[in-house]
């Protein structure tokens, strides 16, 4: 079952919501996904502690505002560091030492809230328009390659 239902761990709470059935053959059976991830959670305390958590963390993610995080902020850290697992206390140092930068990610600009990731896109697009084109000598050109390629939206002068 763990196997073959895994990304149960992955996916967000939410999308396991519809309760169409699942046909599990080693059971020769049908189950709908709220009754597979119970199964799946009671196999091993520690692996409902690590789910709970960690939609826990996403919730807050989802729902916290820059002005009331810090007292949900500080909560989600002393669970993750008071927790058995080593890469949950891991993760709760990473969390106390960028907390300042998790706060301001939740400052809303424009109606959105701030994130790196348009730029983190672009960067990709340089990295791949670059492994496509190896030996491109002329650096000029590559330039021109990876402009062209960012800025499809903007007119070309003449």
Avoid at 14 to 41: E, G, M, S
Avoid at 64 to 81: G, H, K, P, Q, S
Avoid at 136 to 145: A, M, S, V, W, Y
Wanted: proline share 3%; charged share 35%; with cysteine.
């Amino acid at each position: 079952m763990l196997k073959k239902f895994h990304y149960f761990f992955k996916v967000d709470l939410d999308r396991l919501r519809d309760f169409k059935p699942v046909f599990i053959a080693k059971l020769n059976t049908y189950w709908d996904k709220q009754t597979i991830l119970r199964y799946l959670l009671d196999i091993d305390d520690t692996l409902a502690m690590s789910f709970k958590l960690k939609e826990k963390y996403r919730y807050f993610n989802l729902t916290a505002y820059y002005d009331t995080c810090d007292e949900a902020l500080d909560e989600l850290i002393d669970e993750f560091r008071s927790n058995p697992i080593k890469e949950f206390r891991d993760f709760g140092r990473m969390l106390k030492n960028w907390k300042v930068v998790i706060k301001n990610s939740f400052i809303i600009s424009k109606g959105r809230r701030t994130s790196n990731g348009p730029i983190e896109s672009t960067n990709s697009k340089i990295k791949t328009i670059i492994k496509a084109s190896n030996g491109i000598r002329n650096f000029r050109r590559l330039r021109n390659k990876i402009m062209y390629s960012i800025n499809k939206d903007t007119p070309l002068k003449n």
